[in-house]
Nanobody
């Protein structure tokens, strides 16, 4: 139904920046929430950020607030995650996600998202 493709991952030194992009194809929900989760080795997937097209709201996990910024283009089927002041603990596979729900009050929950990308590796060296 919907495919999500991430790009922009790579290796960066601590304190540096990376920009991740996610493009949606197939049957999309242009005004529904899209965002990012991440998973480090041995850890559960955690919420990173989401953009909610209704009201143009953006929300972030506590660990990335003030450092990461999520945004979307005019087509509203592509999202970008700008990551600044990266730390070694940011090292993880980053997954783009999308929801079939128009609105969610539990945007931080993995169960709220129907579609997941393959993931892109981000490695931050110390």
């Amino acid at each position: 139904q919907v495919q999500l493709v991430e790009s922009g991952g790579g290796l960066v030194q601590a304190g540096g920046s990376l920009r991740l992009s996610c493009a949606a194809s197939g049957r999309t929900f242009s005004r529904n929430p899209m965002g990012w989760f991440r998973q480090a080795p041995g850890k559960e997937r955690e919420f990173v950020a989401v953009i909610k097209w209704s009201g143009l709201g953006t929300y972030y996990g506590d660990s990335v607030k003030g450092r990461f910024t999520i945004s979307g283009d005019n087509a509203k089927n592509t999202v970008t995650l700008q990551m600044n002041s990266l730390k070694p603990e940011d090292t993880a596979i980053y997954y783009c996600v999308a929801s079939s729900k128009f609105y969610s009050s539990v945007y931080y929950s993995r169960n709220e998202y129907d579609y997941w990308g393959q993931g892109t590796q981000v490695t931050v060296s110390s």
